[in-house]
């Protein structure tokens, strides 16, 4: 019955982790402005999220809304050794969303809103190398589609379940 309090304290955490790295990390150039969307249409995000396949585990953590934004992280480990971590916050900024990525936590990368429907949001930045897009959909069944694309056909594609 703890576990509200330990998400609580988890996502606190997070937050102020977050908002050092965000702060202190030098900003890449801000894509154009995108369509209009509010962080209550991200809300499907918030909780743990995880894929796993073998000695592979994809962790991501959403907080919820508040003071017009998400906070996130996400983690890949493969057999329990960290292969990559990201800082993430999804923001309100003007009448749109804004996707902030910190890859390691560094250098962060902003994409802005291009696509908005109920529970599935889709974020670019044509400027940005790997990747150019970033699309998370919830399915039907409550599964977490996060996929990344870049030119050529280079995609990459995660399908989450509620973790704990």
Known sequence: MRMPHLLSAWALRLASL??????????APAPPPGIAGRVGDASFLTGVWVESH??????????PAAGGQLLGAGRELQEG??????????????ASLVF?????GKNSTEFALKSCAARELLFENEAHDYPKR???????DGT??????????RAEEWRYARGN
């Open 134 to 140: 970033i699309h998370y959909r919830l399915e039907s």
């Open 54 to 63: 073998g000695a592979s585990r994809v962790e991501e953590y959403w907080t």
């Open 18 to 27: 977050s908002l050092c790295a965000c702060a202190a990390a030098p900003q």
């Open 144 to 153: 977490l589609v996060a996929r990344i694309e870049g030119d050529g056909g």
């Open 100 to 104: 902030v990525a910190l890859p390691f």
């Open 81 to 94: 050794n960290l292969m990559f971590f990201e800082h993430m916050r999804i923001e309100e900024r003007g």
